[in-house]
T-cell receptor
Framework: NAGVTQTPKFQVLKTGQSMTLQCAQDMNHEYMSWYRQDPGMGLRLIHYSVGAGITDQGEVPNGYNVSRSTTEDFPLRLLSAAPSQTSVYFC??????????????FGPGTRLTVT | GENVEQHPSTLSVQEGDSAVIKCTYS??????FPWYKQELGKRPQLIIDIRSNVGEKKDQRIAVTLNKTAKHFSLHITETQPEDSAVYFC????????FGKGTRLSVIA
């Protein structure tokens, strides 16, 4: 198993550009989520999904879109990049959202800089 | 929604001493409380978790306690070693999982 994979590892964008951060998992996990990590702010939830076709907003959803057309993939789209979106982005997945088997596995992260 | 507070934000201990990190949560329906360790430049990794029907869980030098009435849970690391130096995050879940802001632990040899 590759686990949770993210691409790209690093990205530099100019203000106003759009892009998609890719996340994929091969563990047949139902629950997937996106976090951003900024110094001193911990891991803040952007969006999450409890299964294909179902997404919901987290704590900091503004400026980001997600979709979940398959169980394996959960891409994060930045619509119009802003310097405030400079951060490290982590994707995570688990079998379920609650109850047993909900240990979250994190991807390696994408370091995004917006100039 | 859930809100998780974590203290302290930084913690320095001498090698061999114990370290304690405390978290409180707001949603009484939360039933899963994991702790993650993140080394510099790496992804967070689960080190221990506890569920709402258990008061305490131990794994070698690491233990977690949960007080559901007071809505707080704690991580205890005994006999700390330099390799325990990292950022530790608590989290609470009633879907979705919400994290605390982290504690930077430094173990001084």
């Amino acid at each position: 198993n590759a686990g949770v994979t993210q691409t790209p590892k690093f990205q530099v964008l100019k203000t106003g550009q759009s892009m998609t951060l890719q996340c994929a998992q091969d563990m047949n996990h139902e629950y997937m989520s996106w976090y951003r990590q900024d110094p001193g702010m911990g891991l803040r939830l952007i969006h999450y999904s409890v299964g294909a076709g179902i997404t919901d907003q987290g704590e900091v959803p503004n400026g980001y879109n997600v979709s979940r057309s398959t169980t394996e993939d959960f891409p994060l789209r930045l619509l119009s990049a802003a310097p405030s979106q400079t951060s490290v982005y982590f994707c995570a997945s688990s079998y379920w959202a609650s109850g047993d088997e909900n240990e979250q596995y994190f991807g390696p992260g994408t370091r995004l800089t917006v100039t | 929604g859930e809100n998780v507070e974590q203290h302290p934000s930084t913690l320095s201990v001498q090698e061999g001493d114990s370290a304690v990190i405390k978290c409180t949560y707001s949603d009484s329906a939360s039933n899963y409380f994991p702790w993650y360790k993140q080394e510099l430049g790496k992804r967070p990794q689960l080190i221990i978790d506890i569920r709402s029907n258990v008061g305490e869980k131990k794994d070698q030098r690491i233990a977690v306690t949960l007080n559901k009435t007071a809505k707080h849970f704690s991580l205890h690391i005994t006999e700390t070693q330099p390799e325990d130096s990292a950022v530790y995050f608590c989290a609470a879940s009633n879907t979705p999982l919400v994290f605390g802001k982290g504690t930077r632990l430094s173990v001084i040899a």
